[in-house]
C-alpha cells in the first residue's frame, strides 16, 4: 500500500536554530501534500498546503516566513521551523494521496522539542 | 469552516465488547470521509475509506457508516480486543486530500 516516509522521527534543538523535517511519499507522487501539527493531547491543526512546483498555502494563524514549505519534487516536501522557540514544540506530521479521492496517508511523524 | 464533533471523547470497555464511536460534521459537501486510529506519539493509520457515495465500508472487525446528508459517520467495532486501545480519529474531506479532523475518541480495552 501506498506510503508516507517522515525524517526525522524526533529532535531536539536550540532555540533560535532552525529545523528541516521531510516527507517522502515512497511509491506514488504526490503533486499535494499537507502538514499538520498537534499539541498534546489535541486534535490535529492543518498548517499548510504543500504545492508541487508552487508557493505553499498557509492556513490563517500560521507565519509563512516562520513554517517554510518547499515541494521541490513529487515525492518530497519539507518543512523548516526557522528560528525555533520552544512553543513551537509539537509533533508535526504529513500527509500525502495519489489523488483526490483516495485514502489520505500519513508518516509517521516528527517530535521536536526546542530548549 | 468544516467542523467535526467526536463521541463520546473517551471510552472504556472489557475485551470483547462491540462498540459504536460516533463522528458529526457541518460540512454535508464532503468528497469522502476516514477513519484513523492513533497510538500515542504515532502517526495515523488509516482505517477506512469511505466515498461520498457509499453508505458503509467493512475491513475485518470494523465498520463504518457514512450518513452525507445528516452530516454523521459511525466507527463500528466488533468484539473489541486490547490491541485496539488507541485514540480514534474521524476525518472528513471536503477539499481534495485537506481534511479537517475531530478531537477523537479515546479508548481503552481492559483484558
Known amino acids: 500500500g501506498a506510503v508516507v516516509s517522515q525524517h526525522p522521527s524526533w529532535v531536539i534543538c536550540k532555540s533560535g536554530t532552525s529545523v528541516k523535517i521531510e516527507c517522502r511519499s515512497l511509491d506514488f507522487q504526490a503533486t499535494t501534500m499537507f502538514w499538520y501539527r498537534q499539541f498534546p493531547k489535541q486534535s490535529l491543526m492543518l498548517m499548510a498546503t504543500?504545492?508541487?512546483?508552487?508557493?505553499?498555502?498557509?492556513e490563517q494563524g500560521v507565519e509563512k516566513d516562520k513554517f517554510l514549505i518547499n515541494h521541490a519534487s513529487l515525492t518530497l516536501s519539507t518543512l523548516t521551523v526557522t528560528s525555533a522557540h520552544p512553543e513551537d514544540s509539537s509533533f508535526y506530521i504529513c500527509?500525502?494521496?495519489?489523488?483526490?479521492?483516495?485514502?489520505?496517508?500519513f508518516g509517521n511523524g516528527t517530535r521536536l522539542t526546542v530548549t | 469552516k468544516q467542523e467535526v464533533t467526536q463521541i463520546p471523547a473517551a471510552l472504556s470497555v472489557p475485551e470483547g465488547e462491540n462498540l459504536v464511536l460516533n463522528c458529526s460534521f457541518t460540512d454535508s459537501a464532503i468528497y469522502n470521509l476516514q477513519w484513523f486510529r492513533q497510538d500515542p506519539g504515532k502517526g495515523l493509520t488509516s482505517l477506512l475509506l469511505?466515498?461520498?457515495?457509499?453508505r458503509e465500508q467493512t475491513s475485518g472487525r470494523l465498520n463504518a457508516s457514512l450518513d452525507k446528508s445528516s452530516g454523521r459517520s459511525t466507527l463500528y467495532i466488533a468484539a473489541s480486543q486490547p490491541g485496539d486501545s488507541a485514540t480514534y480519529l474521524c476525518a472528513p474531506n471536503t477539499n481534495a486530500g485537506k481534511s479537517t479532523f475531530g478531537d477523537g475518541t479515546t479508548l481503552t480495552v481492559k483484558p
Open positions: 500527509s500525502a494521496t495519489p489523488r483526490s479521492n483516495s485514502p489520505l496517508h
Open positions: 469511505i466515498q461520498s457515495s457509499q
Open positions: 504543500s504545492n508541487e512546483g508552487s508557493k505553499a498555502t498557509y
